[in-house]
């Protein structure tokens, strides 16, 4: 066995949960979702190799995991025939800018805490900055700058690991890029 391959098990045992819940969000049918999560288990373990030199693990299971919806959704259309592509248009078109939502979370817990904490209390739990500031003991400015220090981190480290999600996606509205 590839000793790489030791690898797969623990991580699929931390992520099973947000594959879940991607799949679900995509795949209406129940027994399909636990045969594309199969599916998914065995593409990551036939691809373990790789698994050491991923920047993002998040983001390297959801490409794997999306790419597999895919071709389930092709394989459904092609057996049901051309009366079965407005399903298949339907099932398909949710927001692409979930793919890259779902690296948010797990690139702000890199940061340092300095930084990592105030932004994800202010950006994912919504806590306004004022009860932040007194929360860290920092003036209202003081956090402000925090915020936007860390945001820049965020954005650098994002295009760092993510930017294969966004040159998928595109950049359609973001004057940044």
Not at 81 to 94: D, R
Request: glycine fraction near 6%; charge should be negative; charged fraction near 25%.
């Amino acid at each position: 066995m590839n000793p790489h391959c030791q690898v797969v098990a623990p991580v699929f045992q931390e992520y099973s949960t947000k594959l879940t819940r991607f799949i679900n969000s995509r795949v209406s049918d129940p027994v399909d979702s636990e045969e594309l999560l199969s599916t998914i288990m065995m593409k990551i373990f036939d691809h373990c190799e790789k698994l050491e030199k991923v920047k993002n693990t998040e983001a390297w299971l959801i490409a794997i995991a999306r790419n597999t919806i895919t071709d389930y959704f092709r394989e459904q259309q092609k057996g049901l025939g051309k009366h079965s592509s407005q399903e298949f248009v339907l099932e398909e078109t949710n927001d692409p800018y979930q793919d890259l939502e779902a690296c948010v979370p797990s690139l702000i817990q890199k940061l340092p805490d300095k930084y990592a904490k105030p932004l994800a209390d202010y950006e994912l739990k919504g806590i306004p900055q004022k009860q932040l500031a007194i929360k860290y003991g920092l003036s209202e400015s003081g956090l402000k700058s925090r915020i936007q220090r860390g945001r820049k981190m965020l954005k650098t480290m994002f295009i760092e690991y993510c930017g294969h999600l966004v040159l998928e996606v595109g950049c359609e509205g973001c004057n940044d890029c």
